[in-house]
């Protein structure tokens, strides 16, 4: 009997276009299904063109996404999307994450699948986390200091790294990259979406991890 094929949750609203565009290619290419999720749920129908055009699929809203649904997660770095989803320019280190957005990573992390973050959504992945990880979270936000510091005062540590490059936590299954936040070459950020898509693949299907 054919297995289903796996599916990959991308939050689109309001993230870094590269990296969502660049993510649906190497999902297509890995067989992957994408699903768009939206954070958006101010009736803006702007928003939701620009996210039905840039997805090419049904866009689902978050409420609506559950950690048993999908094999993995994907968010993409993007100012707005960061904003939306936290206020961590206002609030610094005391700063609060959505919800259902904090719901949803905690649900994932605790059914041992992975997830995957560019940029500044690796903060917003190791605050949802903080207090219920099992060994400190290892990640990169590029060479953002703020963001750096951000991470720290979440209880994980940041690492620099160069464009392209990804760093794979493996007790934790987070794979992140610096993303379009580390560069402004449209080639690095393909091999960065490419990069962290094969650290998903190799954690879904439990194979031998690599560094790269």
Known sequence: MTKPPRKIGVIVTGGAFWEIIFCFLHLENKRYLRLPITINVDGDEHARYIEAKLSRAPVVHIEEIKATGIDALIIPGGKALFDSLCDFDKAGNA?????????????????????????????????????????????????????QAGVGNAGAQAVVTRPGEVVLDIENRIVSGGGELATRRPAEVYDACENLLRGLDEFIKGRKHEKY
């Open 95 to 147: 700063f609060k994450i959505n919800d259902i957005f904090k719901t949803l990573v905690k649900g994932i992390y605790r059914l041992g699948k992975p997830i995957g973050a560019f940029g500044s959504a690796s903060l917003l992945v190791v605050k949802s986390l903080q207090g219920i990880i099992t060994s400190e979270a290892v990640v990169t936000v590029g060479n953002d200091p703020k963001l």
